[in-house]
């Protein structure tokens, strides 16, 4: 493989984890190049406009930039991808943006190998396939001693496994509001990202019906201003609920339904559009390529918690993407992840790993 660009350490991933992680880099004069599947905080940038951030805005911050907004109150996406551009354009920090890598291994030296092509999206988001028709044909090469791999958590659906789920009229990404306007829409799940969607397509004219396997929702792990909200939208019977209810296949028109409320039995229900918010996985190849032992049902990678060092030497893990797949209530969040940077940042250097860290605990909810 020819080899295009070399340099001491390969950084994937610009969310903000990745993006502080390259100003400490920048600012220790290490040589890396930074890879990017999307644009900057491409996970970010697939949220809904106008979605608000439930951690506060200094816990969000990084790379010691404040995070400032015009009403003092939790950042909205458009204002975090703002900032994110801000401190990008304030470092100079070059990233190798809407470049996916698809391949990265050890060669006999010790370097590590890895191969990109040009993607238009980030990894994950509903805009996930809409790859180039002919992507060898980008196909770049990269030669590195380490590889820092913050390439985030949320990258697949958490799939239903009910047939229909592919069709078009279904996504698990709630995208621009107003698109629901006028029509009825099913919202499957329980957690914060269902609940919000419930909430703001009700307020942008759409009828909204919410499934939820659960006889209720779980007051603990739901923002604590999204949660009133919704029981009262749910008690006044402006926002449908059907607790203890299962889908079990979607339809052109039509939505086929388990629910204790039936007896157990099947209901169909007709509806325009499906949201199925029930989560993402992530997508851990990067890690099987090097040989990183993943372990668990989140295939959590196995790292040192001083270095961040996997158990392959020079391949090192920050950001959510420590988690693997958060199935049991997520924990790692933008706020635990800053101290990872420090702790990275030492080992290539050679230092003693800091003492706690800045990870501040948080209120950590679900999405
Ligand atoms: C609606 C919503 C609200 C949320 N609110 C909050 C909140 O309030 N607080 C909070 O802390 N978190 C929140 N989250 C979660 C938040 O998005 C993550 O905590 C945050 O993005 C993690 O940052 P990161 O840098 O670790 O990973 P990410 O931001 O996921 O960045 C990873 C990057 O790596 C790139 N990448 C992945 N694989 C490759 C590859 N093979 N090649 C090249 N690039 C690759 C991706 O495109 C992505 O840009 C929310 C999530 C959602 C969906």
Not at 76 to 93: D, K
Not at 96 to 109: C, L, P, Q, Y
Not at 269 to 285: A, K, N, P
Request: with cysteine; charged share 25%; aromatic share 8%.
């Amino acid at each position: 493989m020819d080899i295009q660009v070399e340099t001491d350490v390969a950084l994937i991933g610009a969310g903000p984890i990745g993006l502080e992680m390259a100003v400490a880099l920048k600012k220790e004069t290490f040589a890396y190049s930074h890879i990017e599947a999307g644009c900057l905080g491409a996970t970010v940038d697939w949220y809904a406009p106008g979605t608000h951030f439930f951690s506060s805005p200094e816990r969000i911050a990084i790379a010691g930039v404040p995070l400032c907004n015009v009403d003092q109150t939790k950042a909205t996406r458009e204002q975090y991808l703002t900032y994110l551009r801000s401190v990008a354009l304030q470092h100079q920090l070059i990233v190798r943006t809407h470049e996916r890598v698809v391949e990265a291994k050890r060669s006999d030296n010790g370097d590590f190998m890895l191969s990109t092509i040009k993607s238009t999206h980030g990894v994950g988001g509903p805009s996930e396939q809409s790859y180039l028709p002919d992507p060898e044909a980008t196909k770049k090469s990269y030669k590195a001693k380490k590889v820092i791999l913050s390439i985030g958590d949320m990258h697949i659906p958490r799939l239903l496994g009910v047939p229909g789920e592919g069709l078009a009229h279904v996504s698990h990404y709630l995208q621009d509001p107003h698109r629901y306007y006028g029509s009825k829409v099913l919202i499957v799940g329980g957690k914060n990202s269902a609940v919000e969607a419930a909430i703001r397509l009700y307020r942008a004219g759409a009828q909204v019906t919410l499934c939820y396997r659960q006889k209720e929702l779980d007051k603990e792990r739901i923002k604590y201003w999204l949660y009133p909200e919704i029981q009262f939208l749910m008690k006044k019977g402006v926002i449908e609920f059907r607790p203890e209810s299962v889908v079990t296949k979607i339809l052109e028109r039509t939505v086929e339904m388990k629910s204790a409320q039936n007896g157990g039995k099947t209901v169909a229900h007709t509806f325009d559009s499906v949201l199925l918010l029930t989560g993402y996985e992530q997508d851990g190849s990067l890690f099987d390529q090097l040989g990183v032992k993943l372990h668990g049902a989140e295939k959590k990678p196995e790292f040192n918690e001083q270095t961040m060092e996997t158990n392959v030497s020079g391949v090192y893990v920050a950001g959510t993407a420590v988690a693997g797949t958060q199935l049991r209530g997520v924990k790692e969040f933008i706020e635990t992840s800053h101290v990872h940077v420090e702790r990275i940042l030492a080992s290539l250097k050679g230092e003693q790993p800091p003492e706690g860290g800045s990870g501040a605990a948080g209120d950590f909810l679900e999405n």
